[in-house]
């Protein structure tokens, strides 16, 4: 049994809630990715089982003879070639296959706005771009930024994603974070490494980076900040955003998805330090960590901090995990139903003071939990 001792809010750890048990357990952040455990070989797809796999979600791969509204497209010289070859996704003998959209009339409107037809979707987007770490390959990852009162000056102590052009999606603690010389401002998009603006890669240049001040903060209203309990957040922008290399919207499941399981790993992106780190990196960090059961996860925190079926816990591996400056961060995986499309499960509640350590994963708050909530709250999804 591990006894609570304490919850660190200083001025730094308030950005970054991390939980002190007595013993070689406390708690983070955490989440997933859809991949094969330890082998990232790419791999070749049987086109005659598998197809369905190439395609995003709200298609299926069908001949292309039995998809009306592309046919039709075609005849009537709407559909470029250069798209139609986009979404081919094998061929039946000699007829291709396309993803067609499934009925649009069945669709609820609450599934329009959680896949839109951009989310998801770095610029650099092909079946080997999970292995691309740099400019634009997780473009909805954010900072969210306080207003030092006392250097005046904005200091970025959280992180965030994009959910749509108004809206933000973080942690509570985050967005209730304050002090006598922080306040929270603004939120930072298109930064991936703070060193450089504008972010260039191979010459490619992204826009630069923008801070856009906020209109108002939506917490979640069971938000038990003893515990962590719901901590999820929307940061509500004055302004639209302009969509670019280094902006996009990550897409988010329906309510209980069964993509998230124990085993498979997922993606953590963000700003911050790392286990093993000395300092803060300028840079855009993304760390692979491996979805951890639930009962596991409650046997490390014990009754200090119970877990539920709202929260997700990844981490664990020696010498790898988040240690600050990743609160609110997104826990993103790739979509099984599509080879390049991106999908936020988690983001990051709250970790142990031992970072990094072996067996200790952190705890995030599992999204898809909360979709209905965040379709409710949300001045626009678009």
Not at 155 to 172: E, N, P, Q
Request: aromatic letters at 8%; one cysteine or more.
């Amino acid at each position: 049994m591990l006894l609570f001792c304490k919850i660190l809010f200083t001025v730094v750890f308030v950005f970054t809630a991390r939980v002190v048990v007595c013993f070689q357990n406390t708690t983070k952040h955490g989440a997933l990715v859809i991949e094969e455990e330890g082998d990232k070989t790419p791999r070749m797809i049987d086109m005659t089982s598998k197809q369905e796999l190439l395609c995003s979600y709200g298609s299926s791969c069908v001949p292309l003879s039995e998809c009306t509204i592309m046919t039709q497209l075609l005849r009537q010289s709407c559909l470029q070639m250069n798209k139609m070859r986009g979404l081919t996704c094998g061929y039946k003998g000699a007829e291709p296959l396309v993803c067609c959209p499934d009925s649009c009339s069945n669709e609820k409107d609450t599934d329009k706005n959680l896949y839109q037809e951009k989310c998801g979707l770095p610029q650099f987007n092909n079946w080997w771009s999970y292995k691309y770490q740099g400019v634009g390959s997780q473009p909805w990852a954010v900072r969210v930024g306080f207003k030092n009162v006392l250097a005046n000056r904005i200091d970025y102590l959280c992180c965030g994603s994009i959910i749509s052009k108004h809206v933000i999606l973080t942690a509570a603690h985050c967005a209730l974070a304050k002090t006598s010389t922080h306040k929270i401002a603004v939120v930072k998009v298109g930064e991936f490494d703070s060193e450089h603006d504008p972010d260039c890669n191979n010459g490619l240049c992204a826009p630069r980076s923008v801070d856009v001040p906020l209109n108002h903060i939506i917490v979640h209203p069971g938000y038990d900040a003893k515990v962590f309990r719901h901590n999820i957040a929307l940061l509500v922008l004055k302004q639209p955003l302009n969509y670019s290399l280094g902006v996009q919207p990550i897409c988010l499941y329906p309510k209980s998805t069964n993509y998230i399981y124990a085993g498979h790993r997922a993606l953590l992106v963000g700003w911050g330090k790392l286990a093993g780190q000395k300092e803060t990196r300028t840079k855009q960090q993304q760390l692979s960590l491996p979805v951890v059961k639930l009962e596991s996860c409650s046997l490390v925190y014990g009754t200090a901090v119970p877990i539920t079926e709202n929260e997700l816990c990844a981490g664990g591996e020696l010498g790898r995990d988040a240690c600050s400056g990743f609160g609110g961060a997104p826990l993103v995986t790739v979509d099984p139903n599509s080879r390049d499309r991106y999908f936020q499960i988690g983001l990051m509640s709250f970790g142990s003071d031992q970072c990094g350590s072996y067996g200790v994963p952190s705890v995030y708050t599992r999204v898809d939990r909360y979709t209905d909530w965040i379709i409710a709250n949300s001045p626009k999804i678009d």
